[in-house]
């Protein structure tokens, strides 16, 4: 790479790869604008004290410990697989991922048609799978001897080629599709956004990381939720209260109509097909929903 990150912003790293389009969009509803040039590393973001760049997941957490980045989006699994858990500073956790809101956990699997049971069954035994470092540190925890692989991709296939994988999964449904079986769990895995620790100490550093975290995770709280207003009768506004959820409590505001009052509330949107009818049932008229970017609590 010729280009360089400037040293007078907060330097970002962002994952490619699986994660890069829906880190894009959930950068766009906290209110970040990202674009990239056709094959630039290079994304634009509209915020002169930001510049970023583009990673793979794996090597995010090794270049936030070298300070060649400030921060960074990458999964705890590699922060994990590098070592590098108590080398960084741990922002916050953010529950996305590429597929679903499901964590990503890394697990032992075999063929269906295996005689593997447990994993004390693979001693003396070959493993494929990417998270050499944390495969091989599991085994060793309890004591059984394996050799460990490492694969460079289509693990999947490995399974019926060697003894046994560790693969990553959100569903399983790969891992169903190819008539495996999973044996154990080795890490659940959500992403995390890690900073450097010398930058995490420059104020106004700290105060930008804290601010997109923020933001981040109100984008993320606000994915399975929309806003509800409606208009109610005065006399009738207790019983409708009475059965609204809401963070705290409903806002009402008086109309021009003195017996009539409007009210909002933020609920859960798979609430949202069973209380409006109760609501109409119970007076309510002018009933709208709408989408939201962004729940801060």
């Known amino acids: 790479m010729t280009e360089r990150l400037p040293t007078t912003t907060l330097r970002l790293g962002l994952p490619s790869g699986s994660l890069q389009q829906s880190t894009i969009e959930l950068f766009g509803r906290a209110g970040y604008r990202i674009n990239i040039a056709e094959r630039s590393v290079f994304p634009r973001i509209d915020d002169e004290k930001l510049s970023a760049v583009f990673f793979r997941a794996q090597e995010i957490s090794r270049y936030v410990v070298d300070n060649i980045i400030d921060c960074g989006l990458t999964g705890y699994d590699y922060v994990v697989e590098n070592g590098n858990e108590k080398d960084v500073i741990e922002v916050c956790e953010l529950t996305y991922s590429r597929a679903s809101s499901n964590p990503y956990r890394w697990v032992l699997a075999v063929p269906d048609e295996s005689p593997i049971r447990r994993p004390e069954d693979l001693q003396g035994k070959i493993i494929a799978t990417e998270l050499v470092n ?37 569903t399983g449904n790969s891992l169903r599709a ?78 021009a109509d003195k017996n009539w009052v409007a009210v909002e509330v933020i609920l859960e949107e798979k609430q949202e097909r069973e209380l409006i009818p109760r609501l109409k049932r119970a007076g309510a008229t002018g009933i709208i929903t709408y989408p939201l970017n962004k729940v801060i609590p």
């Not at 944390?134 to 019926?160: D, L, Q």
């Not at 399975?224 to 005065?234: D, F, I, S, Y």
């Open 134 to 170: 944390t495969t091989r540190r599991w085994f060793a925890a309890k004591n059984i001897n394996v050799t460990v692989e490492f694969s460079w991709g289509t693990t999947e296939i490995k399974a019926r080629l060697l003894d046994a994988i560790v693969e990553g999964t959100e």
């Open 178 to 255: 190819n008539n495996l079986r999973i044996v154990d769990t080795l890490l659940t895995s959500t992403t995390r956004f890690v900073a450097n620790k010398l930058a995490w100490e420059i104020p106004w550093k700290r105060e930008k990381m804290e601010n997109i975290a923020m933001l981040l995770k109100g984008a993320i709280e606000a994915r399975a939720k929309v806003g509800l207003k409606m208009n109610v009768p005065e006399d009738r506004l207790s019983e409708v209260v009475g059965f609204l959820p809401s963070e705290k409590s409903p806002t009402v505001s008086r109309l």
